[in-house]
C-alpha cells in the first residue's frame, strides 16, 4: 500500500524559510514525477511544481517562481519544496502527490499535507 508522508511545515514570520519533504512507503519517487500543491483556507487547491523521473522541473503556476524550487534526493527517497520569503499569503495546507507524469491528470497518490502558516 502506497503512502506518502509530508512534514516539514509550522508556523513562521514573514519572510522567514522552510524545507518541507515529501516521502513515500510503496513507492520509489525516481521512477515517478513528484508534485506540490497547496489548499489556502476558502480557496481551491493551487499546483505549485512538478518534478519529473528525469528531474525536469515544470511549474504549475507562475505565483511561486524565485521564491519556491523543488528537487529529490533519491538515496533518501525524499522529494523536497524550499520555500522562501514567506508571506502571509502563502499560508495553506501543502500536499505531496506522485503520478506518472508532471501532467495533473496523472497522479494516483496524495499524502494528507502539512501545514504551513505564516504570521507576524
Known amino acids: 500500500q502506497v503512502q506518502i508522508v509530508e512534514s516539514g511545515g509550522g508556523l513562521v514570520q514573514p519572510g522567514e524559510s522552510l524545507r518541507l519533504s515529501c516521502t513515500t512507503s510503496g513507492l520509489i519517487l525516481e521512477y515517478y514525477a513528484t508534485h506540490w500543491f497547496r489548499q489556502a483556507p476558502g480557496k481551491e487547491r493551487e499546483g505549485l511544481l512538478c518534478i519529473s523521473k528525469s528531474v525536469t522541473v515544470t511549474a504549475h503556476t507562475d505565483s511561486v517562481t524565485g521564491r519556491f524550487t523543488i528537487s529529490r534526493d533519491d538515496a533518501k527517497n525524499t522529494v523536497s519544496l524550499q520555500v522562501n520569503s514567506l508571506k502571509p499569503e502563502d499560508t495553506a495546507v501543502y500536499y505531496c502527490?506522485?503520478?506518472?507524469?508532471?501532467?495533473?491528470?496523472?497522479?494516483?497518490?496524495w499524502g494528507r499535507g502539512t501545514q504551513v502558516t505564516v504570521s507576524s
Open positions: 502527490a506522485v503520478g506518472t507524469s508532471c501532467l495533473q491528470g496523472s497522479i494516483g497518490s
